[in-house]
């Protein structure tokens, strides 16, 4: 006789749709939109929202990549509406970023958010515009060269003046016997965490990582 469950199944279903179950590696399950309200309210606890855009930014990636809580939502919503505003950013040309989705650490519990791109460009760039920036100011001839060359990078690089202004903010979550969840990278150069490793300061060259 063949009962119930003494048969194996290698899918299972949900509302008669089969799903695949999958198995990685590392542990962490592979990110998925929900495409129905009943799966989001399985998938993801009802606070845990897309970063939105504000009035004077907007979110120019998709919302997926940048899922957040609401403390930390909230948080960098603040600083980028700042300092989109610091920066001459309007309603009518507002500032564009994009996020991208980490995997470890405090991005499991959507703590945790990295910001990709600043008006356009890629924080990998900007920090490659900075170090020919400082290079070309090591090799000036007198001082005044040298920071006049410092001064208008300061002024127009906007990965370097978001990376300052997320750090003059602060705020940012410090997990007992973690640095304090800022990185990019400036982060050697400027902090908070100057102790930065190799490796960490390598993996953050192309993007800012926030946490709350
Ligand atoms: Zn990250």
Redesign the pocket.
């Known amino acids: 006789m063949r009962g119930r469950g003494s048969f194996r199944q290698d899918r299972r279903t949900i509302r008669g749709r089969p799903i695949r179950l999958y198995r990685v590696a590392s542990g962490v399950l592979p990110y998925v939109p929900p495409d129905s309200p009943g799966e989001a309210a399985t998938n993801t606890p009802p606070s845990i929202q897309p970063i939105a855009s504000g009035k004077l930014f907007r979110v120019v990636s998709p919302p997926e990549q940048a899922t957040a809580t609401p403390q930390l939502a909230q948080h960098l919503s603040q600083a980028l509406e700042q300092f989109a505003q610091a920066n001459g950013f309007t309603e009518e040309k507002p500032l564009a970023i994009s996020f991208g989705r980490?995997t470890?650490?405090l991005?499991r519990s959507n703590r945790?958010?990295?910001i990709y791109a600043v008006d356009g460009k890629g924080i990998g760039v900007w920090a490659q515009e900075w170090n020919e920036a400082v290079r070309r100011a090591a090799a000036a001839p007198n001082p005044q060269e040298r920071e006049s060359i410092v001064a208008e990078q300061k002024q127009r690089n906007l990965g370097y003046k978001l990376y300052k202004a997320l750090q003059a903010r602060g705020g940012w979550a410090q997990p007992p016997g973690y640095p304090v969840q800022l990185?990019g990278p400036w982060t050697r150069g400027e902090g908070p965490h100057k102790r930065i490793s190799d490796r960490m300061l390598r993996a953050?060259r192309d993007?800012i990582?926030v946490?709350k």
């Open positions: 980490g470890l650490g991005h945790a958010v990295d990185f953050h993007h990582h946490a």
